[in-house]
């Protein structure tokens, strides 16, 4: 039987994997951090936000956290910096620049 996805690492055999390394559970994105694949940033900023919670649906990593109705700052762990919360944002809540590591 393969293994669940958040007990394979670089040590699992090949035989306890299935076929062509596809993971079959939902809910498997958040044991990955791919901050770090970004090179560019969103920056948040809060006295510009209406809370009107566009860019958290368009948001393909679930990174804009959203707490009894209102967002948060980006969950940069899982944030790979693709823009499209920049290019949603009405209000220009979100700037979009390199980020410097």
Request: aromatic share 10%; net charge negative.
């Amino acid at each position: 039987m393969a293994k669940s996805a958040k007990d394979i690492n670089e040590q699992s055999p090949w035989q306890d994997l299935t076929p062509g390394g596809e993971i079959y559970e939902g809910g498997t994105a958040r044991l990955t951090m791919t901050g770090e694949w970004r090179a560019n940033i969103p920056v948040w900023h809060e006295e510009k936000c209406k809370q009107c919670l566009l860019c958290a649906p368009f948001c393909p990593d679930s990174s804009i956290p959203v707490c009894d109705g209102k967002r948060a700052d980006f969950d940069f762990d899982h944030c790979k910096g693709c823009g499209i919360c920049w290019k949603v944002c009405p209000f220009g809540a979100i700037d979009f620049v390199k980020e410097e590591k």
